[in-house]
């Protein structure tokens, strides 16, 4: 240290930790959030992805894959490439079909069944959109 040069005293030490305290504690919770947004955003994307290759499938065959087959038959008959298994949370979606209707669900965020963050399509139409709206 040069002469007559001060360093931080213990006040000003004080301040420069809470105010990254308060940073801190306002960052992470705007982090979970974004971070959530894009989770459910990507899984809405994913599904509706694979709803348009289940009503390719439906213009083709004049029915959707029932539950047992699927999702081999949207691979198997190159009506989508991958179909991915897992939504963005890590949890199995949820597709049940009868042959002419078919619903499509992840649980959302939460990985249970209810609660405002469900993601459902339903024979192509996006009857619940998670806990997040997409704008
Ligand atoms: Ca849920």
Redo the contacts with the bound molecule.
């Keep these: 240290m040069y002469k007559g040069q001060k360093g931080f005293t213990l006040v000003e030490l004080l301040i420069v930790i809470i105010i990254l305290a308060i940073l801190t504690g306002v960052s992470i919770p705007i982090y979970r959030l974004i971070n959530a947004r894009a989770r459910e955003s990507a899984t809405e994307t994913e599904m509706t992805n694979i709803a348009k290759a289940l009503e390719i499938h439906n213009v083709d065959l004049q029915s959707y894959p029932l539950a047992a087959v699927y999702p081999d038959t949207l691979e198997d008959n190159n009506y989508m490439e991958n179909v991915p298994l897992l939504d963005k949370w890590d949890n199995a979606y949820l597709y049940t079909s009868d042959g002419s209707s078919y619903s499509l669900e992840?649980?959302?965020?939460?990985?249970?069944?209810?609660?405002?963050?469900?993601i459902l399509i339903t024979n192509g139409v996006l009857t619940e959109n998670g806990a997040y709206e997409n704008r």
Excluded: E, K, L
């Design positions: 992840s649980y959302g965020i939460n990985g249970i069944n209810g609660g405002n963050d469900d």
